[in-house]
């Protein structure tokens, strides 16, 4: 049975929750199209720790697919990411209190400075509108963690020889916990119900697999 690792990550900075580890917990173990099998896995707000514990998921389950979930809090719908580059540049420090500026991801030899997702990505935006969810392509997954995980798993894939593994990022909005925890002197902030967010990664993972079953 073909395995789709999909994680979310832990709450971070002043938010009391994440959307993506919410959606990551309820689709565990879901079965999709093709008889494949989601393995869901929650990663710490901390780049290196973060590498670290996909580098054993991705030893653990071998994927087949990997989709990488995270919080963009004040975008007003779900984004696909594009590009990951290799670069770490933090607005906000991470869980461990640390901050990174003009920080290479990778310094190894034949570590691009960027890499693109290998998702369909129009395949899960069209799947998305059908079910009249509001999405779009990104292409900045911005300089903090979320993007160093897309760009640390598709150069682990790589220099596995496991290139030909469907693998990218997926950006939620705001959940109701989220968008009520902002100060009432902030601007307003966008949100979707958890269950639209949790339907919008279940429907990315159920186009991947049947795109995949195609292949």
Known sequence: MPTLLLTGFEPFHTHPDNPSANAARELDGLTLPGDWRIRSA??????????????????????GAVLLTGLAAGRPQVTLERVAVGVMDFDIPDNAGQSYRDCAICTGAGAPAAYLATLPLRSILAAWREAEIPASISNTAGLYVCNYVLYHTLHTLRQRGRADVSCG?????????????????????????????????????ETVAREMGKM
Do not use: C, K, W
């Open 42 to 63: 929650l990663l710490p707000v901390e780049p290196h720790a973060a590498g670290a514990t996909l580098d054993d998921l991705l030893s653990e389950h071998e994927p």
């Open 169 to 205: 990022f997926l950006h939620v909005p705001a959940n109701p916990a989220v968008a009520l925890a902002v100060p009432a002197d902030r601007p307003p902030m966008p949100y979707l119900p958890q269950s639209e967010i949790t339907r919008a990664v279940r429907l990315a993972a």
